[in-house]
């Protein structure tokens, strides 16, 4: 077995163009086939709901997540519901999402703001969703794409941030660079199942801790220095 040692990394990216249209449009193609029909992960029923199940995933899982949301929509089911319980209640019920007494008063203050401001649906466009207390252009990319199917941008959550910078896609460091990055190499079709398909990637095959790459699919194309083998 061999290892890839820096020194490979720094060699091999001094004779080749990880930007190179064919390179992305390989990449694209293994993704797709890899990972068909691919959707969110959060569970919900309507757009409210993956707005508040991706207000909860911030440094939480989604399993986690899934886990919360059938008692807290249960206990209030819509828009109009959550802007007028209490504060507590809402906080016991996402207690175990970590951060759960900010993430009650975005919930609550999105709630609020879609009854006040846009008749209690959730608006279909970036510059409207923004508005909402504890959405930012994470969330509204997922609530936009996954439910809307409107591709406005691409969702950069922490697998995207890994796994493109491991593609060399991009070298930035921060969300909204990777996604502008990402905006100009990946067409705008491939956004919204783009993103789905790297989340599942570094979930089951790209681990942070210990990727498994002997059964990646994009192995040869991945020259990246935390590589745990190499076929090339």
Not at 95 to 114: D, E, L, M, P, Y
Request: contains cysteine.
């Amino acid at each position: 077995m061999k290892k890839t040692t820096k020194k490979d990394v720094k060699t091999a990216s001094m004779s080749r163009n990880p930007l190179d249209a064919k390179r992305v449009a390989a990449i694209l193609e293994i993704l797709e086939k890899t990972y068909p029909g691919v959707v969110c992960a959060l569970s919900h029923r309507n757009a409210w709901q993956l707005t508040v199940a991706t207000i909860l995933s911030a440094q939480c899982t989604d399993v986690r997540v899934n886990q919360v949301t059938p008692a807290l929509f249960k206990a209030f089911p819509t828009p109009k519901a959550m802007a007028t319980a209490s504060l507590p209640e809402i906080e016991e019920l996402i207690r175990s999402t970590g951060f759960f007494r900010n993430k009650a008063k975005s919930i609550q203050g999105a709630a609020q703001a879609v009854v006040q401001e846009f008749g209690g649906k959730i608006p279909e466009t970036m510059e409207e969703i923004l508005r909402l207390p504890g959405v930012a252009r994470k969330t509204a990319n997922v609530v936009l794409g996954s439910w809307y199917g409107i591709a406005v941008g691409v969702v950069v959550d922490t697998h995207v941030m890994r796994l493109s910078r491991c593609l060399e896609l991009t070298r930035e460091t921060k969300p909204e660079r990777i996604e502008s990055d990402l905006m100009k190499i990946i067409p705008q079709d491939r956004w919204i199942n783009f993103s789905h398909e790297l989340i599942h990637h570094g979930r089951q095959i790209c681990i942070a801790r210990k990727p498994r790459c002997i059964d990646c699919p994009l192995e040869k194309l991945c020259y990246s220095s935390d590589k745990t083998w190499s076929s090339h």
